[in-house]
Nanobody, 121 residues
Framework: QVQLVESGGGLVQAGGSLRLSCAAS????????MAWYRQAPGNQRELVAG???????NYADSVKGRFTISRDNAENTAYLQMNSLKPEDTAVYYC???????????????WGQGTQVTVSS
């Protein structure tokens, strides 16, 4: 079994910063891409940032220049550094990872439970 657990969400004022963490655990052979998504009430879940196993990144236009995704492969952990936060960043943030489990030949997509980020004016 593989689990993804997010942490670091909370309430912050506009212009502030938060750092989210996503720790993967379980019977893991390798992790390909990891990504952060977010979903606000009434909205579809959207990709915020992604990072490959080699460190290549991509970002949604709305967060470019403000957010930075990174990962620690030794710890199977991804991070999302969020700076200059805006009220429109308010959402539940979810970690996603494509993982090959030990003893398996096909990778699966896993989701964390989500962590709430609220940005006040």
């Amino acid at each position: 079994q593989v689990q993804l657990v997010e942490s670091g969400g909370g309430l912050v004022q506009a212009g502030g910063s938060l750092r989210l963490s996503c720790a993967a655990s379980g019977s893991i052979w390798s992790i390909n891409a990891m990504a952060w998504y977010r979903q606000a009430p009434g909205n579809q879940r959207e990709l915020v940032a992604g990072i490959t196993s080699s460190g290549r990144t991509n970002y949604a236009d709305s967060v470019k220049g403000r957010f930075t995704i990174s990962r620690d492969n030794a710890e199977n952990t991804a991070y999302l550094q969020m700076n200059s936060l805006k009220p429109e960043d308010t959402a539940v943030y979810y970690c996603n990872a494509d993982i090959l489990r030990r003893g398996k030949v096909a990778r699966d997509q896993y989701w964390g439970q989500g962590t709430q980020v609220t940005v006040s004016s």
